[in-house]
Structures are given as structure tokens and as C-alpha cells.
């Protein structure tokens, strides 16, 4: 008798699974992935699996961390930056623009003390933020067309700047916080550290953070129940702006050189971190927790394929393909929560 009524339970515990599976699968295929790159580059190569190579990862993820902890606010919005590789790239320009180059570096520059080098490039991320901001929630622009146009006049104010010229200088505290270390542990990865929790708690404990969760589950709901969603919007697209300069400002310093173009390649890892991780296009699913995962994932992809010595141009191929299964997986999830939703 006791066997006759324990399969009825067993059988509605394994239906009660698979919805919850199903629920969580934009969560649990980035952990899932992160486990399989490990174990498969720690048996592919003896020398991943150290802790001088996880330093490496660590250090490899940092600037892009810093740049998608904006982000992450942005796309839980619903919303997305094209810009913050261009932004990230015109403030580590300014910073050093505005900092004393030597003699032999050719670029007419405006030197000024470190505090107001850097206060000024932080000035400079925050506007072009802000016309982001008037430009998504003022005049209506989509933050696609929005953000592409300013990826455009930040690359153009970089040109300005450098004219073509390499500047090498940048505020002592910046060499510090992006080349040097203390104990061991470089300070930039510190440095994204402190800025993931911080973005994790401002998400997680305030008001603010609920509102942003709220505008990206249901904007319409969110104006509804008296939420100023613009005022939101406008506050993420400046926060994503000034992560990006900060990124740009200690990515300068870890690099050793500003110059153009030199953040292309972040627009891509920074939405690919975000996406990859789990934090949902369509909005109001996802946070900081997910982002961390997904730097992870790229970290040890991009550090991984290096160690198998594999081609390049197959890495590139290998990164796309997993961006793609996110974006599907993604996809899928949202159609899952709407079928539940019915």
C-alpha cells in the first residue's frame, strides 16, 4: 500500500521539476556552461588549472566587468548602449589629454592637476551619458539609434584629441588603480569587484533598484502605479555612461597607452557578459549575479582557447556561436515566462 501511494508523489514531484527547470533555465545553462569550459580546458591543458591562471582570468575580466555593471542596468531595462565602448574609449582619451604628456608625444594637450584630469574626464562620460539620456527619454529615440549615433561623435571626439597620436600619461592614482597591485592582487580587479557589489546591492536593497526592475518587467504597469519611468531610464543611461569612463580611464592605464579604437572589441564582451549570464533582453529578469557568471564564462573561454593554441579566427567563431545559444536561450525563456503568464 505504502509503494502504490509513493509513485503518485514521486511522479508529482518529477512534474513539479521540470516547470521549475524550465523557469530557471536562463540561470542554470550559464552555470552549466561555466562547468563545462572549466573542466573541459583543465583536461585540455595542465597549465589552466592553476591559481596564477585564475589571477590571469581575474585580471583579463576587469575592465570589462566595470564597463558591464552599467550595462546591466540598462538591459534590465529593456533598453541597450551601443556607446559604452566608445565612451570608455573617449574618457581614458581625456583623462590623458588633460594630464602632462612628454616632450616626444605630439599631441596639444591641456595639462591640469590629477584630481581635476580625472574630475573633468568623469564630467565629460556623465554628458554624453546624459544626451543619451534627453536623447532616449526627451525626444524619443530608441536607445538602439540613440546610442549608435553617440557611439559615433564619442569615436569622433577621440579623434579630436589624439589626432592620430599614441598619449602615455595618465593621473598617478589612475596608474595605480589600472597597472598596480597591493598584496598580490591587482587593484583593478579590486577595483571591478567593488563596483559589481556595489551594483549588486544598489539592485538588490534599494528603491531605486526595484524601480529599475519594475520599468523592464512592465513599463506600463510601472507608469501606472506612479513611477517617473523616464526619470529611470534617463538614470541608467548616465549610470552606464560613467561606468564606462571609469572602465575607460583604469583600462588606459592597465593597457599603458590611449589611442583610438582602442575598446572596440568591449561593446561586444560587455553585452555578451550581460547576456550570457542570464540577465533577460526583454527586461526586469537577471542582475549583477548573472553578469558575473557570464565574465566568467567569457574569461575562461577567451583564457582557455589560448592555452589549446587554437586559431584564432576559430575563437572569434567559438564566442559568436555562444553568444548565439544565449541570445536563444534567452529568447526561449521569455517565450516560456509569457506561455505561463497566459
Same mark, same amino acid.
Given at each position: 500500500?505504502?509503494?502504490?501511494?509513493?509513485?503518485?508523489?514521486?511522479?508529482?514531484?518529477?512534474?513539479?521539476?521540470?516547470?521549475?527547470?524550465?523557469?530557471?533555465?536562463?540561470?542554470?545553462?550559464?552555470?552549466?556552461?561555466?562547468?563545462?569550459?572549466?573542466?573541459?580546458?583543465?583536461?585540455?591543458?595542465? $597549465? !589552466?588549472?592553476?591559481?596564477?591562471?585564475?589571477?590571469?582570468?581575474?585580471?583579463?575580466?576587469?575592465?570589462?566587468?566595470?564597463?558591464?555593471?552599467?550595462?546591466?542596468?540598462?538591459?534590465?531595462?529593456?533598453?541597450? +548602449?551601443?556607446?559604452?565602448?566608445?565612451?570608455?574609449?573617449?574618457?581614458?582619451?581625456?583623462?590623458?589629454?588633460?594630464?602632462?604628456?612628454?616632450?616626444?608625444?605630439?599631441?596639444?594637450?591641456?595639462?591640469?592637476?590629477?584630481?581635476?584630469?580625472?574630475?573633468?574626464?568623469?564630467?565629460?562620460?556623465?554628458?554624453?551619458?546624459?544626451?543619451?539620456?534627453?536623447?532616449?527619454?526627451?525626444?524619443?529615440?530608441?536607445?538602439?539609434?540613440?546610442?549608435?549615433?553617440?557611439?559615433?561623435?564619442?569615436?569622433?571626439?577621440?579623434?579630436?584629441?589624439?589626432?592620430?597620436?599614441?598619449?602615455?600619461?595618465?593621473?598617478?592614482?589612475?596608474?595605480?588603480?589600472?597597472?598596480?597591485?597591493?598584496?598580490?592582487?591587482?587593484?583593478?580587479?579590486?577595483?571591478?569587484?567593488?563596483?559589481?557589489?556595489?551594483?549588486?546591492?544598489?539592485?538588490?536593497?534599494?528603491? !531605486? @533598484?526595484?524601480?529599475?526592475?519594475?520599468?523592464?518587467?512592465?513599463?506600463?504597469?510601472?507608469?501606472?502605479?506612479?513611477?517617473?519611468?523616464?526619470?529611470?531610464?534617463?538614470?541608467?543611461?548616465?549610470?552606464?555612461?560613467?561606468?564606462?569612463?571609469? @572602465?575607460?580611464?583604469?583600462?588606459?592605464?592597465?593597457?599603458? $597607452?590611449?589611442?583610438?579604437?582602442?575598446?572596440?572589441?568591449?561593446?561586444? +564582451?560587455?553585452?555578451?557578459?550581460?547576456?550570457?549570464? @542570464?540577465?533577460?533582453?526583454?527586461?526586469?529578469?537577471?542582475?549583477? @549575479? #548573472?553578469?558575473?557568471?557570464?565574465?566568467?564564462?567569457?574569461?575562461?573561454?577567451?583564457?582557455?582557447? +589560448?592555452?589549446? #593554441?587554437?586559431?584564432? !579566427?576559430?575563437?572569434?567563431?567559438?564566442?559568436?556561436?555562444?553568444?548565439?545559444?544565449?541570445?536563444?536561450?534567452?529568447?526561449?525563456?521569455?517565450?516560456?515566462?509569457?506561455?505561463?503568464?497566459?
Amino acid at each position: 500500500m505504502a509503494s502504490s501511494e509513493t509513485a503518485p508523489a514521486v511522479g508529482q514531484r518529477v512534474r513539479g521539476l521540470a516547470p521549475f527547470l524550465r523557469s530557471q533555465m536562463r540561470n542554470i545553462a550559464p552555470f552549466l556552461t561555466l562547468i563545462f569550459l572549466s573542466g573541459f580546458f583543465a583536461l585540455a591543458s595542465p $597549465s !589552466f588549472a592553476t591559481l596564477d591562471n585564475l589571477g590571469n582570468i581575474l585580471t583579463q575580466v576587469s575592465v570589462t566587468g566595470i564597463i558591464a555593471v552599467g550595462l546591466t542596468f540598462v538591459i534590465l531595462c529593456a533598453e541597450i +548602449d551601443l556607446s559604452i565602448a566608445s565612451i570608455a574609449n573617449v574618457t581614458g582619451i581625456a583623462v590623458a589629454y588633460f594630464t602632462l604628456q612628454d616632450s616626444y608625444v605630439n599631441i596639444p594637450n591641456i595639462p591640469l592637476p590629477g584630481a581635476a584630469a580625472i574630475l573633468l574626464a568623469i564630467l565629460l562620460c556623465a554628458l554624453l551619458g546624459l544626451v543619451n539620456a534627453l536623447g532616449l527619454t526627451v525626444i524619443g529615440i530608441p536607445s538602439f539609434i540613440m546610442t549608435l549615433a553617440m557611439m559615433q561623435i564619442a569615436a569622433g571626439i577621440s579623434a579630436l584629441l589624439v589626432r592620430g597620436q599614441i598619449a602615455y600619461k595618465v593621473p598617478g592614482v589612475i596608474t595605480t588603480l589600472g597597472s598596480g597591485s597591493i598584496g598580490g592582487i591587482p587593484w583593478i580587479v579590486i577595483v571591478a569587484a567593488i563596483m559589481l557589489l556595489g551594483g549588486h546591492l544598489v539592485l538588490t536593497y534599494t528603491r !531605486f @533598484g526595484r524601480y529599475v526592475y519594475m520599468v523592464g518587467g512592465n513599463r506600463e504597469a510601472a507608469e501606472y502605479s506612479g513611477l517617473n519611468v523616464k526619470l529611470i531610464l534617463g538614470a541608467v543611461m548616465v549610470i552606464s555612461a560613467v561606468c564606462s569612463g571609469i @572602465g575607460g580611464m583604469l583600462g588606459v592605464a592597465h593597457f599603458g $597607452s590611449a589611442q583610438q579604437n582602442e575598446f572596440d572589441t568591449y561593446l561586444l +564582451d560587455s553585452i555578451a557578459a550581460v547576456v550570457v549570464g @542570464g540577465t533577460s533582453l526583454f527586461g526586469g529578469r537577471g542582475g549583477i @549575479g #548573472n553578469t558575473i557568471v557570464g565574465l566568467f564564462v567569457l574569461g575562461v573561454l577567451n583564457n582557455g582557447l +589560448d592555452h589549446v #593554441n587554437i586559431d584564432s !579566427f576559430l575563437k572569434i567563431l567559438i564566442r559568436g556561436l555562444i553568444l548565439l545559444a544565449a541570445l536563444v536561450i534567452n529568447v526561449y525563456a521569455q517565450r516560456l515566462r509569457e506561455k505561463a503568464a497566459e
